[in-house]
């Protein structure tokens, strides 16, 4: 084709042996460096903080020029580099692909699902030119008749989506995400623009259902920052498992991975638990159009992915986030004020229960997300903080403040727009410290202390003195068992009896997961990965560790037989009372101005204050 001829560099990607999860990708470079041209694929993915080395998947790399093989040498683990010669260049490929996360790429008979990351080597010197990409279907023997679905600009595709895709650079290249296979689909517009959802695995999900609470998520989002940023048009792509959860950003797209029975059936009413996660994890990826994928720290802007890029600032981008995903169901009506204030109970009991935030501040778990967040062991717990878990109650704890001190004429929403309207639209990066700034401006007042002890000093944000203010009360209680989550009032009262770890089953014994800083098992000398076989000489289970604590008082001593390694050991255990540290949260009594102020927070009207979403749910 001329036109393809035009264009500096040209992909095709072929799913060659979905049985073997290999894709053959050719790279052609029209005119390669006359001094040897360089080739390197990123070692992490924009939005997941780990180096990955993508390039391990690379088994086999080879380059040819008219028609005579070029010499290729390996420079470093993610470089590659071709003798001098004339174009056009090409590199041929393959990819191992079985990773089946939003990070990676994943192929067999069923489907296939990349990220441009996993498959596109970029081009030294070319990174700001045009590509095309040309997706081949399949070959070999697959399941049904497969049908593309990215939001790469097309250019020249057959009714499957099969074809060539035009991009404007390589950072375009590596931001849509591409599946292929046998999927359902959903569709709804947003302001115009058509919005897309489709669901690969088996399920018998609610389709339409889906699509049109996502359209109310979306429409809310769109209407807090005043626009839709520029796109044609925003895709959803969805794999449902048995047991996942997750999700990735994109420019125009997000790519979701759900559990099977968290989609609501067909004839389904009600919003179950694992709906609302499902709701919030969109809700999430689709305020990350504007937040990080657009409004982004001078960090993200200038980075090349074969290394790691610093910020601070991730508190802002994924905890704001993490503070509007929830909100907007509450404030959008898909779930009730109670509902609302559950989910923001397990937040803060999350937070509350690491002991690692009076270690690390959430401005340090940022910068260090590199090796510590995204790489956690068994000491995590104690050592780290979550800067999406206590970055989001820093982002409601800024909220509430600049809703007192301006006197409810402001709210982080204020900043939110703010900073899309400085920022966002230009693209131009954030530097470090802005946002704080910002967020005094909006606020109108000094937030200097506030930034200070709990975003870079270990202090907890002070919302027990600010959520009373808009008519809701804190309370704290033990835990009533090792699977209490939080966000609801205790179901007995009598003080329970623990360990001061963190347990799995495996194999039929009891394995610690993480021993808590300064607890009872600590103390005694128990460590994780010890395997307990008994209490006061009793077998010890899963199934009947908090009968056993039972007949125990806080303080009483108890040997605890444990495996370390092979060998048998024993502890002197004196038992601890539950600390209080799981949260719920109350709508209290209040007088006008405090209902007011609760009623514009959460986005609500006096009538739907208390089951708000009985209507929905008898939808
Ligand atoms: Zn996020």
Redesign the pocket.
């Known amino acids: 084709m001329k036109q393809r001829d035009a264009i500096p560099v040209l992909y095709t990607v072929l799913p060659a042996d979905p049985a073997a999860h290999r894709f053959e990708v050719t790279c052609t470079v029209q005119i390669p460096d006359p001094e040897g041209q360089y080739f390197s694929l990123p070692a992490w993915i924009p939005?997941s903080y780990l180096i990955r080395d993508f390039a391990r998947h690379i088994v086999r790399l080879e380059a040819m020029a008219n028609g005579q093989p070029v010499t290729v040498t390996k420079e470093d683990k993610q470089t590659w580099r071709c003798a001098p010669c004339s174009g056009p260049l090409t590199l041929r490929y393959e990819v191992y692909a079985w990773d089946l996360s939003v990070r990676t790429a994943h192929l067999d008979q069923t489907h296939g699902f990349f990220n441009g990351t996993s498959l596109f080597l970029k081009v030294h010197g070319r990174e700001t030119a045009p590509s095309l990409v040309d997706l081949r279907p399949p070959c070999g023997k697959v399941k049904g008749t497969w049908h593309v679905a990215t939001t790469l600009p097309k250019l020249e595709t057959d009714a499957a989506g099969f074809g060539c895709y035009r991009v404007a650079d390589y950072d375009e290249l590596i931001d849509h995400p591409v599946e292929m296979g046998n999927f359902v689909q959903g569709n709804f517009q947003v302001e115009g623009v058509p919005h897309r959802l489709i669901i690969t695995g088996r399920h018998r999900a609610d389709l339409n259902r889906i699509c049109h609470d996502l359209g109310r998520i979306c429409s809310y989002h769109a209407n807090l920052f005043g626009e839709l940023p520029e796109m044609e048009c925003y895709l959803f792509l969805l794999t449902v498992t048995g047991k996942g959860y997750g999700?990735?950003?994109h420019r125009s797209s997000t790519a979701l991975i759900c559990s099977r029975g968290d989609l609501p059936r067909n004839g389904e009413h009600g919003v179950s638990e694992g709906y609302r996660a499902f709701l919030g994890l969109c809700s999430?990826?689709y305020?990350?159009l504007w937040n990080?994928k657009r409004i982004k720290p001078t960090a993200f802007t200038t980075c090349d992915l074969g290394k790691e890029a610093y910020t601070r600032q991730l508190w802002a981008?994924?905890g704001i986030?993490?503070y509007y995903d929830d909100l907007a169901l509450v404030r959008c009506g898909l779930i009730s004020v109670e509902s609302y204030l559950e989910l923001l109970g397990q937040t803060i009991t999350r937070v509350w229960r690491g002991p690692g935030r009076l270690r690390q501040s959430v401005a340090e778990s940022s910068f260090d997300a590199w090796i510590k967040f995204y790489r956690q062991d068994e000491n995590s717990p104690n050592a780290i903080v979550s800067y999406?878990a206590k970055g989001s109650l820093i982002a409601l704890a800024l909220d509430l403040t600049i809703r007192l001190q301006s006197d409810g004429r402001r709210s982080l929403d204020d900043l939110m727009r703010t900073l899309w309207q400085r920022y966002g639209k230009s693209g131009r990066g954030i530097p470090e410290g802005t946002i704080e700034t910002l967020a005094e401006q909006v606020a109108g007042t000094d937030l200097k202390e506030f930034f200070q002890r709990c975003l870079y000093g270990t202090e907890d944000p002070p919302l027990e003195t600010l959520l009373p203010r808009f008519g809701v009360a804190f309370h704290l209680r033990p835990a009533d068992s090792d699977s209490d989550k939080g966000g609801k009032p205790a179901t007995h009262s009598i003080p329970r009896t623990v360990l001061g770890a963190r347990f799995e089953e495996q194999k039929g014994l009891l394995r610690i997961t993480t021993v808590v800083d300064g607890g009872a098992a600590q103390r005694a000398g128990l460590a994780a990965g010890d395997l307990l076989c008994a209490i006061d000489r009793l077998r010890v289970t899963s199934g009947n560790l908090e009968r056993l604590l039972e007949h125990y008082s806080p303080g009483e001593r108890v040997t605890v037989h444990a495996f370390r390694y092979d060998e048998l050991m024993e502890f002197d255990v004196t038992l601890q009372e539950a600390p209080p540290d799981t949260c719920f949260l109350t709508l209290m009594e209040a007088d006008d101005a405090t209902l007011r102020r609760r009623e514009a927070w959460l986005g609500i009207s006096s009538a739907r204050t208390t089951h708000a979403d009985t209507d929905d749910e008898k939808r």
Do not use: A, N
Request: hydrophobic share 30%; net charge negative.
């Open positions: 939005g999700g990735l950003e999430h990826e305020f990350h990080v981008f994924e986030t993490s999406y």
